[in-house]
Structures are given as C-alpha cells and as structure tokens.
C-alpha cells in the first residue's frame, strides 16, 4: 500500500527566508509524486510532479522538489519565501494505480 | 483551456436532505474523479470514471451516494438523506488518459455543511 507522510502540519518562514516542506513516502513499486498548493476556499493547483525523468523538478512560482529513493523523500523547498506563498500544501503519490493519496498538508505561514 | 469547474461552489443543506454537485471537467479529458476533503486533511478518493463508466467507487462512498457521467461529459455527485458527517469539501478532478499518471487537474471544490 501506498502513503505519504508529511511532517509538520504548520511551518512559518520569514519573507525572504528559505521554505522547505518535508513530504516522506511509502511504495512498494515506483512512485509518481507532486506538489499542490491550495489557497483558502479554492482547489489544488499543480506546482511539480515527479516522473523518474529527473530527480530533481522544477515547479511553477520558483519551487522545486528532489527525489530521494534513499530517504523515501520528495521535499519541497524554495530559496526565497514571498508573502504570497501563504497556502497549504499537499504531497500525494501515484503508485500502480491512478488514485492519488495525499498527506495531511502543510499549512505554510510567510511572516512579514 | 477553462479549467475544471464545479456547481455550486457552497451548498449548505438541513440533515436529511439530499444534494447533488456538479463538476465540468475539461475538455477533452476523459478521465474524471471525485475526493472529498475534511478540515485538516487531505483529499480522499472517492470515486472514478474513464468516459462514461464508472470504473471504481471507495468504500467511502457508502450507498447514500451516487455518482454518473452520462455521455462521458459532466458528471453528478449525489448525496441522499445527508448527515453531519457528509460536511467537507468535495473535490472533482479530470485527466486527459490514457495513462494512470496523467497529471489530474482539481477543480475549485463544492464546499457542503450540513446543519
């Protein structure tokens, strides 16, 4: 069975700072994984999946996400949060079927 | 490209009563699925649908939901007699095919509250 653990449901970065949005990984065949974001009241939009292209993927909005097969990891990061970045965040995994399953989400809060 | 879109965006509806969303998915997309979100977590399946045919339904759905895609266009999400535990966003996806790893596109979300 396939899962996705997503550790630490609330993470705060000053603007300006580092973000990096921790997604771990459960599969038994080879996974595909992406990053959405959702903003309040609104659907997920895409912001990079993971195809065993490339390990690491670059996104929309400056994001980009390195698969470690090693570390059963796909984390997020951006090296500049901006206000707007203000969102939750979700990791899911394709895995054999087309079913996505999400993590919890990370509720990402930019400080001014 | 207009995107998924979903009707109504808010339904709030007495215990008891029944409901039905709608989702448009995008053109030409002949894949489509439903998850539903409760506060806190993340989206869950629900249910699947490769053109018209409903392919697969969670065992979250229990028999108080129904779901159709009639001519493989838009589709229905149906709630009868609801209750309390029905309350969460409902989310509709679509893809293009013909792989399972085509990249599911969300639409904006039918929020329900049940009272």
């Known amino acids: 069975a396939q899962s996705v653990t997503q550790l630490g449901s609330h993470v705060s970065v000053s603007e300006g700072a580092l973000v990096l949005l921790r997604c771990n990984y459960s599969?038994?065949?080879?996974?595909?994984l992406f990053w959405y974001v959702q903003y309040p009241n609104q659907g997920l939009q895409l912001l990079l999946k993971?195809?065993?292209?490339?390990?690491l993927v670059k996104g929309i909005n400056g994001f980009e996400a390195e698969f470690k097969k090693s570390e059963t990891s796909f984390h997020l990061t951006k090296p500049s949060a901006h206000m707007s970045d203000a969102a939750e965040y979700f990791c899911?995994?394709?895995?054999?079927?087309?079913?996505?399953?999400f993590g919890t989400g990370t509720r990402l809060k930019v400080l001014a | 490209d207009t995107g998924v879109s979903q009707d109504p965006r808010h339904k709030i509806t007495k215990r008891g009563q029944n409901v039905t969303f709608r989702c448009d998915p995008i053109s030409e997309h002949n894949r489509l699925y439903w998850y539903r979100q409760t506060l806190g977590q993340g989206p869950e399946f629900l249910t699947y649908f490769q053109n018209e045919a409903q392919l697969e339904k969670s065992r979250l759905l229990s028999d108080r939901f129904s779901a159709e895609r009639p001519k493989g266009s838009f589709s229905t999400l149906e709630i009868q007699r609801t209750e309390q535990g029905d309350s969460a966003m409902y989310l509709c996806?679509?893809?293009?095919?013909?792989?399972?790893?085509?990249?599911?596109?969300f639409g904006p979300g039918t929020r329900l509250t049940v009272l």
């Open positions: 993971y195809t065993s292209a490339a390990t």
């Open positions: 599969s038994s065949v080879p996974p595909y």
């Open positions: 899911a995994v394709i895995a054999g079927t087309y079913k996505y399953i």
């Open positions: 996806a679509s893809s293009l095919g013909p792989t399972d790893t085509d990249t599911q596109y």
